[in-house]
């Protein structure tokens, strides 16, 4: 939704998304409207954090287990 104080949109369109956001049970998730996710692996965070961004979808669909208290803040 844009408004005029602000010229964002929250969300932001999937074409225009480039967020990755860490859960507050290890994972990674990719796209809020999506189930992919990746468990942090501590003794490679650099190779994991690559994989996950390469694997984050073009345009997300859903997600049957969002649970919005994981997303942190």
Request: aromatic content about 6%.
């Amino acid at each position: 939704m844009k408004s005029d104080n602000h010229p964002y949109d929250r969300p932001l369109p999937c074409s225009t998304c480039n967020r990755i956001r860490l859960m507050t049970d290890g994972h990674i998730r990719t796209c809020l409207h999506s189930n992919d996710d990746h468990f942090i692996v501590f003794n490679d965070i650099v190779g994991i954090l690559k994989k996950a961004i390469l694997a984050k979808p073009e345009r997300g669909t859903f997600s049957t287990d969002a649970n919005v208290n994981l997303i942190g803040g």
